[in-house]
């Protein structure tokens, strides 16, 4: 049996690589195809090669500020021509990016049976996030196996009318490669971390969203600098995503503020231990929402809607939007009644226990024959 999984970005690539080393290492009747469609190229790189993942094929995809229909025509030919040279008996898509979508409808085009990793998340809003909801909607249309993260979307897949039989709960994947990544040797003092004290409180703020671009992200920027200002002894880092319209804004708004640390994009193994450091993360990053909880760190999420919906009502974490007083607001009474950030530390996360990536094989494997 062939199993064909398709990767794009950084995020998906680190909640596939615990999928493809359980296939690798378990079923050696079982030939494991990856290729990557690089949308995201340095950032996907670095986490390919921390997880020792070669692809067989690589589209190359990624260009300066390109559209998504570019994108997407480009994904769909590419991947066309990867199925018609490897005729896998399955594929396997990851989430809700632009690849994920593609990967399912060139599947669908060849009427190859498409399993879904993280199958079922939802916010109700199509364009919030833009264009995720979308994309992870029809990705689950198609989707033969939905292998849902947890309980809630799994309801929200037969909500919209999917067969039961197709609905697998395994857990996250991302909470396999995090306990990974977690576990491994760290050199604080030689990494891209050397200038952040771990002796000071440090908040960890990360943001990247399309919906975000603008005045949204300004409105952030204005909160940062004003608890920069009401917390001296705070360290504020930012790992600055590449995307011009988010580092030009951060680096225009949060420039020369000595307790702001703007770093240069992290990659996986030192931001694992950055936010193992953290006191406090700010984020709209879905994964972060998912990780975080099983290091023990509360989060407030930089958006209005959240899929990761579990984390929100388990208390791990808060929408805060991007309003600057209500950041300020929130942060603030994290930051000043530790107790209350105590109330937000779990004892298991609603994401997983580290086992999803056997559950997703296994299943396959037997469903698959």
Sequence with gaps: ??????????????????????????YPEVTSIVCVTAQHRQMLDQVLSLFDITPDFDLDLMRPDQSLARLTADALTGLDRVFDQTRPD?????????????????????????GHVEAGLRTGNLLNPFPEEVNR??????????????PL??????????SDSTIIV????????????????????????????????????????????????????????????????????CPVHPNPNVRLTLESELANIPSIHLLPPLDYLPLVHLMKAATLILTDSGGI????????????????????????????????????????????????????????????NPYGDGLASQRIVESIVKIAG
């Design 137 to 150: 909607r029809l990705a689950d249309t198609i989707s033969s196996l939905h292998f849902a993260p947890t």
């Design 289 to 348: 929402q998912e990780e975080a909880p099983s290091l023990h760190v509360p989060v407030l999420v930089l958006r209005d809607f959240t899929e990761r919906i579990e984390a929100v009502q388990s208390g791990a974490a808060r929408l805060v939007g991007t309003n600057s007083d209500q950041i300020i607001a929130l942060t603030s009474s994290l930051l000043d009644h530790p107790e209350r950030r105590r109330e937000m530390i779990l004892s298991t």
């Design 1 to 26: 049996m062939k199993i064909l999984s398709v990767i794009g970005t950084r995020p998906e690539a680190i909640k596939m690589a615990p999928v493809l080393r359980f296939l690798a290492t378990t």
């Design 170 to 237: 395994t857990g996250n994947t991302v909470i396999d490669a995090l306990l990974d990544v977690a576990s491994r040797p760290f050199d604080w003092q030689q990494s891209p971390l050397a200038s952040v004290s771990r002796n000071l409180p440090i908040l960890l703020v990360t943001t990247h969203r399309r919906e975000s671009f603008g005045q949204p992200l300004i409105s952030i920027c204005h909160a940062l600098r004003s608890l920069a200002s009401r917390y001296p002894e705070l360290q504020i880092v």
């Design 153 to 162: 979307a799994r309801q929200n897949l037969l909500r919209e009318g999917r």
């Design 90 to 114: 399955w594929v396997l898509a990851q989430g809700d990016t632009t690849t994920a979508m593609v990967a399912a409808l060139a599947a669908f085009y060849r009427q190859i049976p498409v």
